[in-house]
T-cell receptor, first 119, second 110 residues
Framework: GAVVSQHPSRVICKSGTSVKIECRSL??????MFWYRQFPKKSLMLMATSNEGSKATYEQGVEKDKFLINHASLTLSTLTVTSAHPEDSSFYIC???WGSGRRSGNEQFFGPGTRLTVL | KNEVEQSPQNLTAQEGEFITINCSYS?????LHWLQQHPGGGIVSLFMLSSGKKKHGRLIATINIQEKHSSLHITASHPRDSAVYIC????????????FGSGTQLTVLP
């Protein structure tokens, strides 16, 4: 099956710093990537939809200046948590959807997630 | 928006038991996803199905489009099956975004 990686898997940072999380589709081109946030024992919450070459679409209540998303290529999307605060501590997960071509479809492939802890 | 309900929320079983997890949704869909999340957090896509039944190893997923209901079955359960199982369906009006169920925490005891 298709593989999506995330880096780093775990990061600890101080308040006020920025953290960048990478999401890569390793063996397919993903025109659309999704960023989710998950609180302990809660379900995934969609933060934004990222389309290659265009601005991300953010869900209501998600600050675009706080969570910067860049989908610079068909295999890479990044989420930058700017001026991180302890309340940003969470599990961040990306998923990628096949783009056009013979492998297009509605199936999403999920990354392993990144655990962010802000001290 | 599509509403998704999963049951049960928590399930404890003995090794070898047959497991069933249910998922109901409110708006007609093109396909439903079953996901598995292990304690470390990583999510694995188990199935995407739009009709009938799919089988992969000891896992079986069924869907009834008319009744807006899907089930995930695990035969001969094993402790390594212990995880959170999540169903997800497209949000109404968008085939791309998913709405997730709250998940079923499965614990299989040896």
């Amino acid at each position: 099956g298709a593989v999506v990686s995330q880096h780093p898997s775990r990061v600890i940072c101080k308040s006020g710093t920025s953290v960048k999380i990478e999401c890569r589709s390793l063996d397919f081109q993903a025109t659309t990537m999704f960023w989710y946030r998950q609180f302990p024992k809660k379900s995934l919450m969609l933060m934004a939809t990222s389309n290659e070459g265009s601005k991300a679409t953010y869900e209501q209540g998600v600050e675009k200046d706080k969570f910067l998303i860049n989908h610079a290529s068909l295999t890479l999307s990044t989420l930058t948590v700017t001026s991180a605060h302890p309340e940003d501590s969470s599990f961040y997960i990306c998923s990628a959807k096949w783009g056009s071509g013979r492998r297009s479809g509605n199936e999403q492939f999920f990354g392993p997630g990144t655990r962010l802890t802000v001290l | 928006k599509n509403e998704v309900e999963q049951s049960p929320q928590n399930l404890t079983a003995q090794e070898g038991e047959f497991i069933t997890i249910n998922c109901s949704y409110s708006v007609g869909i093109s396909a439903l996803h079953w996901l598995q999340q292990h304690p470390g957090g990583g999510i694995v896509s188990l199935f995407m199905l739009s009709s009938g039944k799919k089988k992969h190893g000891r896992l079986i997923a069924t869907i009834n489009i008319q009744e807006k209901h899907s089930s995930l079955h695990i035969t001969a359960s094993h402790p390594r099956d212990s995880a959170v199982y999540i169903c997800a369906v497209p949000s109404s009006g968008s085939a791309r975004q998913l709405t997730f169920g709250s998940g079923t925490q499965l614990t299989v005891l040896p």
